[in-house]
C-alpha cells in the first residue's frame, strides 16, 4: 500500500522534473537520436561475428576478411561520435536544469515567511541548495543514459538474438521477471536509504555550520568536546547510511550477474546438445554468445543506476517541499507611496504558535504621525514581537494593525515595509562594503554624499573615515571586521538614509557607549520629528522625552504615559526608573 503510494509519487516526481528539461526537448531528441545510434553500433559488434566466423574462418572469403577490419575501425568512429554528443548534450540540459532549481529555491527562500526560518537551520537548507541539487543532475543524466541507451542496446542486442535463434532468445527472456523483481525491491529500499542519506549531509552541514559561526563561544566556553562529540554523531549517521547504501549496490551486483549467469547457461548446455548443433552454424552461435555476453554490461548498469535514480527522486522531493512552501501571505490590494505615519494597534492579540501561550495580549495604542512612542519592560515582555508584527513578518490572528487608517492586511508586503525603516536588536550586515551595507536595498544611484550625510548622521563617519578604505571598505562575513558600536552605527545610517516615515529602533543604541549614544541620540531626534518612531529601549535616559512610554508585562501593557506622568504615578515606570538610578 505504502509502497504503491511511493510508486506514484515517484511518477508525479519525474513528471515534474521532465517540465524543468522541456525547454530542452530539441537537444534532448538529438542525445536520444546519438543514443540510437551508438546501441546500433552495440549490435552492430555482435552481427559482425557472424560474417568473420562463417564466411571468413569457414567460408575464407577474400572480400570480407579485407572489409571487416575497416568495418570495425568505422563502427567504433561512429560509436565515438554518438558517445560524445550523448554525454555532452545531456551535461548541459541538467546543468540547465539544475541552474533553474537553484534559481527556483533561492527565489523561494526570499519570500518565505519568518515563521519557517524559526523552523529550519541554514545548514539543512544550504545541504539542500548544494548536495540535494547535484544528486538529480548526477541522477537524471545518468539515469537517462543508461535507461535510455542500455535498454536501447539490450533491445538491440535481444533483436539479433531473436533473428538468430527465437528458442534460445526465449530462455534468455525466462531471466527478465526474476531480474526485474529484484529490482523492485532495492528500488524501495535505495529509495529511503537516500532520503537518510540527505538528512545526514543536512545535519552534517548544520553542526558545522554552527561551529564555524560560533567558534569564538565554543572557544571560550570549552565547547570543543562538546561538538566533537555530536560532530562525531551526525559524521557517524551519515557514514552507516553510506554504508547500507553501498551494501545493497553490493548486493544487488552480483546478484542480478547470476540470474544472469544462470540464463547464459541454460543457453550454452541447450545450445551445444547434438540435436541443436545442426540447426545453427558455427557463426550463428559465436554471434548469439557475443550478444549475449554483451548484454551483460547494459543489464549491470540498468541494475546500478538504480540507486543513483533512487537518490535522485529522494533528492527532488526534497528540493519539490522547499519549493512547494508557502510563500508569506501577501493578498493585500492596497498600495501607498508615503504614508503620512499614523499607526494604531487595536486589540491585538499574538501567539507564534497556536497551542502556546499568547506573547502578546490585547495590546492597543495610537500613535499620530511624527510622535515617538517608546517600549520598555523586561526581558521577554513582547516588545521586539510587537513591533515586528507591525512590518506582518508574522501573521496577526486577533485584533487589527493600522496604518493611516487601513488595515495593514489590506497592503501589499513591499508597499507597507517600504514605510519603515529598522533598526534591529540583532544588526545584520552583509559581506560587502560600508557603502554598500549603507545603501542596502536603495538604488545604486544613491549618491556618495547622500551615504556621507546619513554615515555623519549616525555618528558614523569619523569611524568610517579611519578605516583603510574609506566607505569602500569591506566589513566581512555580518560586520567581523567592526566593532558592535561601530556595526549599530552603521545599522543606524543605513535606516536614517532609507528615509522612511516609520522608524523602528529595537535597542539601537544599546552597543554604544554614553558618549556615543549622547550624541547620536541628538541626530535621532532630529530625524524622529519628521516621522512616527516606534524605539524599544532598555536605558530609560534614551527615552525621557518621548511623547509616550508604554510600559508592557507578560505580553500586556501595564500602564503608559509621558515620563513625568509616569515618574508622578508612582508605580511599575516609576519602580524601573528608581532601579536603574540606583544602578548608575
Ligand atoms: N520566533 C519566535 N518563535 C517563538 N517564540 C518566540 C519567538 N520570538 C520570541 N518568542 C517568545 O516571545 C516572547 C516575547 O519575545 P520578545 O522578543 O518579543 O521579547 P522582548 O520584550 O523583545 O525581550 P528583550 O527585551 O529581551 O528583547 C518570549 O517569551 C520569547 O520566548
Ligand atoms: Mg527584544
Redo the contacts with the bound molecule.
Sequence with gaps: MTQQHAEISAIQLYKRLLRYAKPYWRVFLAVILAMVVYSATEAGVAMIMKPLMDDGFVGRDTDVITMLPLAIIGLFLIRGLADFFTTYGLGWIARNVIKTLREQMFNKLLVLP??FY?HSTSGQLMSKLLYDVEQVASAATDAALTMIRDSLTILGLLAWMLYLSGFLSLLILFTVPFIALLVYYISVRFRRISKNIQNSMGNVSHVSGEIIDGHREVKTFGGQAYETKRFDKVNQGNRQQQMKKIATDAVAQPLTALIAAVGMALVIYIATLPQMLDKITVGDFISFVTAMMMLLTPMKRLTKVNAKLQAGIAAAESIFNLLDEKPEVDEGKLTIERAKGHIEYRHLSFS??AD?AK?LDDISFIAAPGQTIA?V??????????V?LLARF?NVDQGQIFIDGIDINQLQLSALRRQMSLVN?QVVLFNDTVANNIRYGLSDDVSEDAIIEAAKAAHAWDFIQRLPDGLHTQVGENGVLLSGGQRQRLAIARALLRDAPILIL??ATSALDTEAERHIQAALETLMQQRTTLV?A?RLSTIENADRIVV?HN?EILESGTHAELLAKGSHYAELHRLQFQEA
Design positions: 519568518s515563521a524559526d507564534y504558535n502556546k506573547v517600549f519592560g523586561h526581558s521577554g515582555s513582547g516588545k521586539t514581537t510587537l515586528s508574522y536588536q529595537d535597542e524599544i532598555h508592557m505580553g
